[in-house]
């Protein structure tokens, strides 16, 4: 004798077991719903976090299109607007750049050497006088009857002659630079002359009551803006 099938003939399932399954799977729904929940909302979070993690990424300032400006009025004018003619740098090549004037005088005589140094602090004795006193000047020995030239250019400002000093030249050579020359003899210069350096002015002599206790040589003075200096501070090199 043969046992009939629970589920009915041919093994489909009965309709009273579809039924079980679906109220088996809303039970089950409905003691779940919460973690269901948590589990959808959770999911919608992360698909936020991935949205927001890929926008992010992106460079922020996209370059955008190049389009071509027109620059406003005022820039425009700025831009074209040449400053006036006063304003311009005038630029020759053809002249020559300003000469930068410097004072560097020769010596006074040929082979000419000091045998007495200017001293406006310390005290040197003076053998004509026999006593120690300032030397305000440089003394350049040379044999008597050497010419004594001008040291540097200027033009001759005053020209005298007696018997303790001889003939006296002073030369203004600009810049506030005045040379004196004593214990000249011949003088061959006067007042308003136009000297060049190297250009006779006198000779040396021995023939006048100053310092003449010393070897023939002529006595110079330098005077800067008033003020008395030591000439061989101005010399060139070779002749110190």
Known sequence: MKRKKANGEG???SEGGKQGRAASVAMFFRKNIYIILMILCILAIAAMIT??????SQPEDMPDTPTMQTPDD???EDAVTTPDDDEQPVINPDDDEEPVWTFAPCLPATDATVIKEYSDTELVFSATENKWKTHLGTDFAAAAG???VAVFDGEVTAVSSDSYYGGVVEITHG????TTCKLLGDVCVAVGDEVSAGDKIGVVSSDFYFECADAPHVHMELAVNGAGE??????KEGDK
């Open 230 to 235: 030591d000439i061989t501070t101005y010399l």
């Open 146 to 148: 050497t010419d004594v």
């Open 74 to 76: 005022d820039e425009d």
């Open 11 to 13: 093994g489909v399932p």
């Open 175 to 178: 810049n506030g630079y005045v």
């Open 51 to 56: 949205v927001a993690a890929v926008l992010g």
